[in-house]
C-alpha cells in the first residue's frame, strides 16, 4: 500500500473572494425606462412649478400670495396643475435615484426609498392645501380669509402635512448623495449638486433670480443618462458597465 499524495482542500472562502465585493441584486420597483421618464419629467415639472411661482409672485404671505392670484389667476392655475402632476413623477424619480446604490448598501437604499414615498405623500398634501387657499382667492372678504388660511397653516393639521414633506424628501435627497459619495456609481458631481441644491432650497439662503430646482433638474438629468446607460440586467442586478466588462 502506497501513500497517495494529499491534495490540500481549497478554503471555503476562497470562490468568494474575487466576488466579495459584488452588488446583491435588488429588485428594482420600477423598470428602467420608466427611471429615465420619472428622473426627467418629474424634475422638470417641479423646476416648472417654481418658475411659475415666482414669475406669479407667490410669496411666504399669504396676503401676498392671495394678491397675486387675484392678479394672475391663469398663471397660478397652472403652477398647481404642473406641480400636482409632477408630484408622483418626483417622487417615482427619487426612488430610482436609490435603487442605484440600493444593492450595495440595502439598508440606506431601502430607507431612502420609504423617505422618498413619505415625501411624495406630504408633498400632495402641500399642493391639496394649496388648491383649497387658491379657493379663497373669489371669497368676498379677503382679510378674514387670511386670518383662516394663517391659522390653519400653523395648526397640528399642517405640521402633520409639513413635517413628512420635509423629513421625507430632505432625508430621501439627503441619504442619496450619501450612498453616491460611498458607492461611486455616478459621478460625484451628481451628489454634490444635490446637497448644494438642499442647502439652497430649504436653506435659509436667498438665491437671487437664480433658482435652485436648476441644481436639482442638472442632478437629475445627470442619475438618468447614468440609468440610460445601463442594460436591463445591469439596472436590475446593480453591477455598473465597467464591473460587467471585467
Known amino acids: 500500500m502506497t501513500a497517495q499524495p494529499v491534495t490540500p482542500a481549497p478554503a471555503p472562502d476562497a470562490p468568494r473572494s474575487a466576488t466579495q465585493d459584488e452588488p446583491t441584486p435588488r429588485p428594482a420597483p420600477l423598470g428602467r425606462r420608466a427611471a429615465v421618464v420619472c428622473l426627467t419629467v418629474g424634475a422638470v415639472l417641479n423646476l416648472g412649478e417654481a418658475l411659475l411661482n415666482r414669475a406669479g409672485g407667490q410669496s411666504s404671505s399669504v396676503a401676498e400670495t392671495l394678491d397675486a392670484w387675484a392678479d394672475r389667476p391663469t398663471l397660478a392655475a397652472v403652477g398647481l396643475v404642473v406641480g400636482t402632476i409632477g408630484v408622483p413623477f418626483l417622487l417615482l424619480g ?12 440595502p439598508r440606506l437604499g431601502a430607507t431612502a426609498m420609504i423617505l422618498a414615498f413619505v415625501g411624495g405623500l406630504g408633498f400632495l398634501g402641500i399642493h391639496a392645501v394649496s388648491i383649497y387657499d387658491a379657493a379663497a382667492v373669489d371669497q368676498p372678504d379677503r382679510a378674514a380669509m387670511v386670518a383662516l388660511i394663517e391659522d390653519a397653516q400653523s395648526s397640528a393639521l399642517a405640521i402633520l402635512i409639513l413635517a413628512p414633506f420635509l423629513l421625507g424628501m430632505v432625508g430621501s435627497v439627503l ?72
Open 94 to 105: 427619487l426612488v430610482a435615484m436609490a435603487q442605484l446604490f440600493r444593492p450595495r448598501m
Open 175 to 246: 441619504l442619496t448623495s450619501i450612498g453616491y459619495l460611498r458607492t461611486r456609481v455616478v459621478p460625484v458631481w451628481i451628489p454634490v449638486v444635490l446637497l448644494a441644491f438642499l442647502v439652497l432650497d430649504f436653506g435659509a439662503f436667498s438665491t437671487g433670480p437664480v433658482d435652485p430646482h436648476w441644481l436639482f433638474v442638472a442632478a437629475s438629468f445627470g442619475v438618468a443618462v447614468t440609468v440610460a446607460r445601463r442594460t436591463d440586467r445591469q439596472w436590475w442586478t446593480g453591477r455598473t458597465p465597467d464591473a460587467a466588462t471585467r
